[in-house]
């Protein structure tokens, strides 16, 4: 089984300040992890994804996301944010092994807002 | 390139009745998906499909049907509609193979008074 975790339904920082949103994971084999945002109105758009390698990953939009083996985490990170960041964003994962069907587990959302 | 298109974007259902969401994808995408978003809540799997002919339970199948008879067309019926399928529903899909993300459409919201 799978599952993702998202702490805060809501996370609020002011622009310019650096914003971080959490997601900490299950899986029984190596996690497939990725983050989506949601604009209102919208589907889902991908923002980045990680998969092996470098543990610090780079996005679109500026966007970063540390992954934690240690601790089951991948949260989202921007060093500067911006109003037009404000948005629903969603942590993902998938197990890797196994015939998964590429079926995605979704953290239940983080709605972020940036203050001007 | 189109990407996941879904009709209708909005519909108003009353109980009992039936309706079919339709979902296609121009990106010869073999695996095919589709999900719920309640409010608060993240996405949850009704059906998925990994090719023509084959499709397979996810976490909420239940009031739900779907079929897959060819690569781009995946549609979702909805058979009595009850007021606890009003949600917006996600069509999906990826290539299948390697870890690769998955591509939504805009949505559907259905709301069954």
């Known amino acids: 089984a799978q599952s993702v975790a998202q702490p805060e339904d809501q996370v609020n920082v002011a622009e310019g300040n650096p914003l971080t949103v959490k997601c900490t994971y299950s899986v029984s084999g190596n996690p497939y992890l990725f983050w989506y945002v949601q604009y209102p109105n919208r589907g889902l758009q991908f923002l980045l994804k990680?998969?092996?390698?470098?543990?610090l990953v780079k996005g679109s939009y500026g966007f970063e996301a540390e992954f934690n083996k240690s601790q089951t985490s991948f949260h989202l990170k921007k060093p500067s944010a911006l109003v037009s960041d404000s948005a629903l964003y969603f942590c993902?994962?998938?197990?890797?092994?196994?015939?998964?069907?590429?079926?995605?587990?979704f953290g239940d959302g983080t709605t972020l807002t940036v203050k001007p | 390139n189109a990407g996941v298109t879904q009709t209708p974007k909005f519909r108003i259902l009353k109980i009992g009745q039936s309706m079919t969401l339709q979902c296609t994808q121009d990106m010869n995408h073999n695996y095919m998906y589709w999900y719920r978003q309640d409010p608060g809540m993240g996405l949850k799997l009704i059906y998925y499909?990994?090719?023509?002919?084959?499709?397979d339970k996810g976490e909420v199948p239940n009031g739900y049907n779907v079929s897959r008879s060819t690569t781009e067309d995946f549609p979702l019926r909805l058979e009595l509609a009850a007021p606890s399928q009003t949600s917006v529903y996600f069509c999906a899909s990826i290539t299948g193979s390697g870890a690769n993300v998955l591509t939504f459409g805009a949505g559907s919201r259905l709301t069954v008074l």
């Open positions: 499909s990994v090719g023509a002919g084959i499709t």
């Open positions: 993902a994962v998938r197990d890797g092994w196994g015939t998964n069907a590429g079926k995605s587990t």
């Open positions: 990680y998969i092996t390698g470098d543990n």
